[in-house]
């Protein structure tokens, strides 16, 4: 199973360039056929290891990141995998308890990291836990201390504000940008390239919106837009949220809801930014592919199936309540390369 996460970053195309290093856990209870916990890492929009408790071991997702880590990394990892499987489930009840539930289906996640904009030099650091998608607690760095803002959380934050909180924010500030650093160093030629989109315009039949779609492209940060008469159209047009493909390059679709005669009357124009190259203008016309159910669309329909996985594995604004291991110290750069490389960062008191 391959789950991605897009990790969306709200700058122009034309700025520096943000890498992002993140770890998402998820548990899960009473989903059949899926696995109880998944542990996914992320650098700049590329999954690069993945776990979960059907596979048992840890696996790297791109070739680069096996010589960013040392011989021991995956063993080592698979099992700090297998107890955090167990926190998972046991944490899974202690939510349940807290939100007076019983039975159904329930999400425990977590979802940590930290950003380096190559350009200024500026960096940011998160922690965000989240029950059945819903925000439970986050660290605010500015304060070290914790949020939470439903009241099941309270006592969370309050055994963590402290010791938990400050070790957390010394990781995200220090060791998670070293290995992010480090990964971007490796990963250089496959984090880097640029990889031009391909446009179609789609339409289910003649009544229906008409969907550009671009795919095929990377990195993830891409801007589509409608133009009437050759102005910008924000009114009758939806964008969607861009999406992962099989291959590790990214799908994005906007949708132009416009009545077929309005269509007729006027220029509407599809306009796809991204920086592997000039912006591309497909002109509405009569010849539009066909996006109805068995018809050869690959791309829409892989993107669909990835991102309901995503939706099921991956909600921002995530939770995870473990007990804290009784003794750490901080994390000096030497330890970092013996460490899990994020996946030991601070757990928090149930």
Not at 260 to 284: A, W, Y
Request: charged share 20%.
């Amino acid at each position: 199973m391959k789950i991605l996460i897009l990790f969306i970053i709200g700058i122009h195309l034309t700025a520096g360039v943000i890498h992002s290093h993140s770890w998402i856990y998820t548990g899960t209870s009473g989903i059949p056929g899926f696995p109880e916990f998944i542990s996914v890492c992320i650098v700049d929009g590329q999954q690069v290891n993945y776990y979960d408790n059907n596979l048992m071991e840890m696996i790297p997702k791109q070739e680069w990141v096996k010589g960013a880590v040392d011989a021991d990394f995956w063993k080592r990892n698979t099992q700090n995998m297998i107890g955090a499987h167990q926190s998972f489930k046991a944490n899974i009840g202690i939510a349940k308890e807290r939100f007076n539930q019983t039975g159904g289906i329930h999400t425990v996640q977590r979802m940590y990291g930290c950003e380096l904009d190559d350009e200024t030099g500026a960096t940011d650091g998160y922690d965000q836990y989240g029950y059945d998608g819903a925000d439970f607690i986050s660290l605010d760095l500015r304060s070290t201390s914790y949020v939470a803002p439903v009241p099941q959380a309270v006592i969370t934050k309050q055994k963590n504000d402290g010791a938990t909180a400050e070790y957390q924010k010394n990781y995200l500030t220090q060791t998670c940008l070293e290995w992010l650093k480090k990964y971007v160093q490796y990963g250089k030629i496959s984090l880097e390239r640029k990889v031009h989109p391909q446009v179609s315009l789609l339409q289910t039949d003649p009544s229906s919106p008409v969907v550009c779609h671009a795919t095929g492209f990377y990195p993830d940060k891409v801007m589509i837009s409608w133009q009437k008469d050759g102005q910008d159209l924000h009114e009758d047009v939806d964008v969607g949220e861009t999406l992962p493909n099989h291959d590790g390059t990214f799908q994005k679709r906007a949708e132009l809801n416009m009545a077929s005669d309005e269509r007729k009357k006027n220029q509407f124009t599809c306009v796809v930014e991204h920086k592997s190259g000039d912006p591309i203008h497909m002109i509405l016309t009569d010849k539009i592919r066909t996006n109805r159910a068995g018809n050869d669309v690959p791309g829409i329909v892989a993107g669909l199936v990835v991102a309901a996985l995503v939706l099921i594995a991956v909600v921002v604004g995530v939770v995870m309540v473990v007990k804290r291991r009784s003794g750490y110290k901080k994390t000096s750069q030497s330890d970092a390369g013996s460490n899990s490389s994020g996946a030991a960062a601070q757990p928090l008191h149930t």
